[in-house]
C-alpha cells in the first residue's frame, strides 16, 4: 500500500514540477539593444519561444546568429554547426556537451538541441564567445544583450548597432 502511495507522489511531483519548467521559459523576454527580441520564424510561420534547459536558456539557432548577422553552416552527417563573427569561429554539435572555439575544446553547461523541430543554443556561450555579455534581470525575468555589428565603411573600421527588423 505504501509503495503504491509513494509511487503516486512522485508521479505527481514530477508533473507539477513539469509544469513549472514550461512556464518558467514562457515568461521570458529578451532584449537585443532595449528592443523585444522575437523569435517567431517567419520561414516557417511557427513561433520558436527561447527555453529554459537545466537552468540555461536556449534559443532558436537562426535568431541567436541572427543578433550578430552571422550566417551558421549546419552539418547533417554529424549534426553540428559552425559560425565565425570577427574572428571567433564556433563549432557546436548536438547534444554534446563540447565546443571548439577557435581550435580549443570548450565544456557546455547544456548542449545545443534539437526541439520541435528545430535547433536551439546556449544563449549565455553564444553571446559571450562572440564578446557580449547577457544581462539578467531577475525580477523581471528578461535577458538583454547589448551588441555591437563590426562593419567596414570606406576601408575604416565603423561600429554600428545591430537594429532588429
Known amino acids: 500500500m505504501y509503495k503504491k502511495i509513494t509511487i503516486v507522489l512522485l508521479m505527481t511531483l514530477c508533473l507539477m514540477s513539469m509544469s513549472v519548467f514550461a512556464n518558467e521559459a514562457k515568461d521570458l523576454t529578451i532584449e537585443v539593444n532595449g528592443s523585444a527580441f522575437d523569435t517567431y520564424d517567419f520561414e516557417q510561420n511557427i513561433d520558436t519561444p527561447a527555453v529554459i534547459v537545466e537552468g540555461r536558456t536556449l534559443i532558436p539557432l537562426r535568431k541567436m546568429f541572427g543578433v550578430f548577422d552571422v550566417e551558421p ?75 555591437i555589428v563590426e562593419t567596414e565603411v570606406e576601408g575604416e573600421e565603423d561600429a554600428e548597432v545591430f537594429q532588429l527588423e
Open 73 to 147: 553552416i549546419w552539418n547533417g552527417n554529424d549534426r553540428s554547426i559552425e559560425a565565425t563573427y570577427n574572428g571567433v569561429q564556433i563549432w557546436l554539435q548536438i547534444d554534446n556537451k563540447v565546443a571548439i572555439v577557435n581550435g580549443v575544446e570548450t565544456e557546455l553547461d547544456v548542449p545545443a538541441q534539437i526541439m520541435n523541430n528545430r535547433t536551439y543554443v546556449p544563449l549565455r556561450f553564444i553571446t559571450e564567445t562572440f564578446g557580449v555579455a547577457p544581462g539578467w534581470d531577475g525580477e523581471n525575468r528578461v535577458v538583454s544583450l547589448e551588441v
